[in-house]
């Protein structure tokens, strides 16, 4: 596991495009030295990346960049979200702390142990968590500056069964989840989500997962930063748990780019 790649990418995409599709659970790398403070051997390692991953969104993201008919801005994790899961609140907010599972994890999907309990968060939200979230927020004044609007498009996945992990895992699965947020999440942006997605089963609202992504600087501030989550479950495309990809994600891929183009 390298340390020369980078820790996340922004790929362009048009000048006048509003639109950023953001993926930032979809890497499996772990540094070395930060692979050293996990406990696992590396079969069990890999096994909790299998089922910690999102995997293929990343190329989910890219094929319908590609279609899309204004090419959208991509933002792209490249560090497995074990590193630090750039989506979490770094404080006492996140109520994924509940589990081990903060901005610093230091327990497993299944409740085991993946850091010790006493791990200090510090030296890698210093290192990854505030950088990516630096940069994620200028990526996010980019387009407001250029185009005087910003849509985030977060693009995710999530298993067909329900995780140990997970804290509102009784809720329905459907095959594609819309995470909303009541200021960032208009209602013209979530139909247009379920007309995209129509033709990949029911998009449902906000369960198993809900909310959305947005820079701490415009969360709750700003209303031209539109957000909202696209969580697909991954029996939908992919072989579960950490398994190759299938004819469902060209569709998904397009739904992704009608999105894009709609908004």
């Known amino acids: 596991m390298s340390q020369?790649?980078?820790?996340?990418?922004?790929?362009?995409?048009?000048?006048?495009?509003?639109?950023?599709?953001?993926?930032?659970?979809?890497?499996?790398?772990?540094?070395?030295?930060?692979?050293?403070?996990?406990?696992?051997?590396?079969?069990?390692?890999?096994?909790?990346?299998?089922?910690?991953?999102?995997?293929?969104?990343?190329?989910?993201?890219?094929?319908?960049?590609?279609?899309?008919?204004l090419r959208p801005w991509r933002f792209v994790n490249r560090l497995s979200r074990l590193v630090v899961d750039p989506e979490r609140f770094p404080d006492e907010r996140e109520e994924m702390l509940a589990v081990g599972m903060g901005a610093v994890y230091t327990r497993t999907t299944h409740k085991g142990e993946l850091r010790p309990a006493d791990t200090d968060p510090e030296p890698l939200l210093a290192r990854y968590f505030r950088p990516y979230a630096a940069a994620m927020t200028q990526a996010v004044a980019g387009r407001l500056a250029a185009t005087g609007r910003a849509v985030i498009i977060d693009v995710h996945s999530y298993p067909a069964r329900p995780l140990p992990y997970e804290l509102h895992g009784s809720g329905p699965r459907p095959p594609v989840c819309l995470g909303t947020d009541a200021f960032h999440t208009p209602p013209e942006l979530t139909e247009a989500a379920r007309k995209a997605f129509a033709g990949c089963g029911e998009a449902g609202l906000d369960s198993?997962?809900?909310?959305?992504?947005?820079?701490?600087?415009?969360?709750?501030?700003?209303?031209?930063?539109?957000?909202?989550?696209?969580?697909?479950r991954r029996d939908t495309y992919m072989t579960e748990p950490g398994g190759p990809a299938g004819p469902g994600l060209d569709?998904?891929?397009?739904?992704?780019a009608a999105l894009v183009d709609a908004v």
């Open 208 to 232: 198993p997962f809900a909310g959305t992504y947005v820079p701490l600087e415009f969360y709750g501030t700003n209303a031209r930063v539109g957000a909202l989550m696209v969580e697909i």
């Open 4 to 69: 020369a790649i980078p820790s996340f990418d922004l790929l362009s995409g048009a000048a006048d495009s509003p639109v950023l599709l953001h993926v930032p659970h979809s890497a499996r790398a772990v540094p070395r030295d930060v692979r050293a403070g996990i406990v696992l051997d590396d079969t069990a390692l890999e096994r909790e990346l299998d089922h910690i991953t999102d995997a293929h969104t990343a190329e989910i993201a890219e094929r319908a960049a590609a279609l899309a008919g």
């Open 251 to 256: 569709r998904l891929a397009a739904a992704l």
